[in-house]
C-alpha cells in the first residue's frame, strides 16, 4: 500500500476517534441512575426511562469497542503492518479498508 493511501486511512481514522469522542461527551447524562419515585414519574415513564438509559449504555459500549478497533488500527499503522491480514499475511483489498479501515481480515479469511 502506498504512503498517500496510509495517510489517507489515517486523517479517516483519527477524524473518526475524535467524532466519537465529541458524541460520547454530548451523551454523557444519557445513561445516569433513572429516578424510580412513583410521585414524580408514572410507571410506563419509568419504563420508557429504564430503556432509554439501556439504549445509551449499550450506544456507548459500541462506540468503546469502536474506539479499540480504532486504537488498533493507527497502531498498525505506526507499526507498518496496516493493511495486512492478520492470519494469511496477505494486503486487504482497498475496497474493503475503505468500507471499514479497522478490518484486519481480508475477504477470504473472514469468510472461513
Known amino acids: 500500500m502506498d504512503p ?15 467524532e466519537l469522542g465529541r458524541l460520547e461527551t454530548a451523551a454523557a447524562g444519557a445513561a445516569d441512575t433513572v429516578e424510580l ?10 419504563l420508557d426511562a429504564m430503556q432509554a438509559q439501556q439504549m445509551a449504555l449499550e450506544t456507548s459500549r459500541r462506540r468503546r469497542r469502536e474506539l479499540t478497533r480504532i486504537h488498533g488500527a493507527l497502531r498498525r499503522i505506526e507499526s507498518g503492518e496496516f493493511g495486512d491480514c492478520f492470519l494469511c499475511g496477505e494486503a486487504i483489498d482497498l475496497r474493503r479498508l475503505a468500507a ?8 477470504r479469511c473472514a469468510e472461513a
Open 37 to 46: 419515585d412513583q410521585s414524580k414519574v408514572g410507571r410506563l415513564s419509568r
Open 4 to 18: 498517500a493511501n496510509i495517510e489517507q486511512f489515517r486523517e479517516l481514522l483519527l477524524a473518526r476517534r475524535a
Open 100 to 107: 471499514d479501515p479497522t478490518h484486519t481480515r481480508c475477504i
